[in-house]
Every structure is written in C-alpha cells, then in structure tokens.
C-alpha cells in the first residue's frame, strides 16, 4: 500500500495542528515519548518533527510534506513548494511575529543604529540577511532560548524574537523597535513528491479539508422560518456566500430560510430577524467549508 510520509509540528502548534486534523476528519493519537503518533489513515503516516527542522526535511524527501513556520522556511532556504497557508494561532488572533528588541532605555531606535552591534536571535540566517540587504554589519549570534534575557543582562545589545501581543518583551523591561517578519504556518511539500500523480492528490485532498476547516471556524449556519410576506426584508439582513437559501413549507405562508454568515453577526442579526417575524432560529456550527 502507498503511504505518504507527513511531518507535524512538534512544540507549540502541536496541539492546535491535530485539533485542526480531527476537524478536518483526521484522528491523530499521540503515544508518550514516542515521535511517530497514529493517525485513521492507512495512506498516512505521522512524525513528529522540529518546526525549524520541516523545511530540510520534507525538501530531501525524508519527508513528503509537513506543517511549518513560513519563518523556518525561509531562515533554512529548503526547497520546498508551499501548497496552502494555514492561518491559525496558539494563544490569540494576532499574527505572530519577528522583532527586534532592546532595553527600555537603549539609544537604538531602528535596524540602521545596529552598525557593530551584537543580535541575539534563534533565526541567524533570516537574520543576517535582512541585515546585509540593508547595510547593516552586525554579530548576529545564535540563542538557544530566553533570548530576551541576553539583553536584559547585557550579553547582547538587541535581539530578534517571535511574539503575538508583545506582552511577555514588556514585562522584561524590553522595548520593540520594529517588526521584521510576519509569520503563519504553511503546509509545504517535495518538488519530487508533487511529480507523483498518487502522492499530489493525497496532499491535495489533506491541504482542501485543512483549509475547509479553518474556513468554517468562525462561521455558523443560521435557519429560521420566515413569513413570505417579510421575506425580502429577511434577505436584506442577512450575509451570504451568494444567496440565503429559501424553501417553501407545506403552510405557504412561511418560508424556510437558511444560510452561513460570521459568528460574531449572530448577536446583531437575530433581534433584527426577529423583528422581522422570523421564527424558530437555530444557530448551528460547521465544521468545513469548501
């Protein structure tokens, strides 16, 4: 039996990456201290791999495709193709992001006052790029972690570290000087992997249910009975991917009425539909949406 060989992100996004699988109608079962977890899908199978080590990976074919950082992608050049963007966070809607820190009190206010400088920072090449493409000479030094630490102590006179709220670079006494790179998983695949017609539709059908169920995330799918004569003022109202759609009930004085709209309309839209005349409202999640 072909199988393909799937990478998924270990650490942070790990949780939040088999939670997206299940809605997506993949169970992936996690077995302690082991880095090879199930998954329902005898065409698949499962590791558990190092975001910043994916990229590498996937592009020498150890691996046909896997979930990442567009960051490591691009801090590792891996030859990759990037089949679909996955944007989800692990702990708040705000994309995460790359930026360069110093202390409060620190003359450096932006990437120019960096001249001669030492920057802390796990992602080195995507670093001393971005640096060399502006003039920049600096001693881009690599941190294992508590990457803000070494310019809280001095090792260090800025450092280049992902945050979502900026929060945590506050509370250690740190200022932002700028943003450098924005940042979301991807779902990237081997060049040689997509030349195979039985592999290609395997990682198509995973990146189609993936991005299905993030699209359906913060949707709901509203039903209502309507009275026909307030139809068309029940239409007004309501958002939809083309047209809400209507059917006659066996009293043709109402109208069955349903369609999907944004979660966060619902508390607005029903009293209006309820003005209306509507009747019976439900709202309802889904799961995808293609």
């Keep these: 039996m072909k199988q393909l060989k799937l990478g998924l992100p270990k650490g942070s996004l790990e949780a939040a990456t088999v939670d997206l699988f299940a809605q997506a109608g993949w169970t992936i079962s996690a077995r302690s201290r082991n880095y090879f977890p199930t998954i329902d899908d005898e065409e698949l199978t499962c590791a558990l791999v190092r975001s910043q080590e994916m990229g590498p990976y996937v592009a020498s074919g150890t691996l046909d ?6 960051d490591w992608v691009m801090e590792t050049e891996a030859d990759v193709a990037t089949v679909c963007d996955l944007v989800y966070s692990k702990a708040s809607d705000q994309p995460a992001r790359w930026v360069l820190v110093v202390d409060r009190d620190s003359p450096i206010r932006s990437v120019e006052d960096l001249q001669g400088k030492t920057v802390a920072t796990e ?10 493409d502006r003039g920049v000479q600096a001693k881009v030094e690599f941190s294992w972690g508590a990457t803000e630490a070494k310019v809280v102590e001095g090792l ?7 945050t979502e ?8 006494g740190l200022r932002i000087v700028c943003d450098l790179l924005y940042t979301h998983t991807v779902f990237v695949a081997n060049r040689e992997a997509l030349a195979d017609p039985w592999k290609k539709a395997k990682i198509d059908q995973i990146a189609l249910l993936l991005t299905s169920a993030l ?11 309507v009275p026909a004569d307030t139809l068309d003022d029940v239409v007004a109202l309501l958002p939809s991917l083309h047209a809400p759609t209507v059917n006659h009930l066996s009293d043709n004085a109402w109208l069955a009425v349903e369609t999907v709209v944004d979660r966060h309309q619902v508390r607005d839209l029903v009293p209006k539909l309820k003005a209306t005349g509507a009747e019976g409202i439900l709202e309802l999640d889904i799961t995808k949406m293609s």
Excluded: P, Q
């Design 65 to 70: 495709a896997g979930l990442t950082g567009i």
């Design 123 to 132: 992602l080195m090449g995507f670093t001393r790029r971005y640096l060399e």
């Design 156 to 162: 260090a006179d800025a450092a280049v570290e992902i």
């Design 215 to 225: 699209a359906a995330r913060n949707k709901v799918l509203l039903k209502m009975n």
């Design 165 to 172: 709220t900026g929060s945590t670079i506050r509370a250690h």
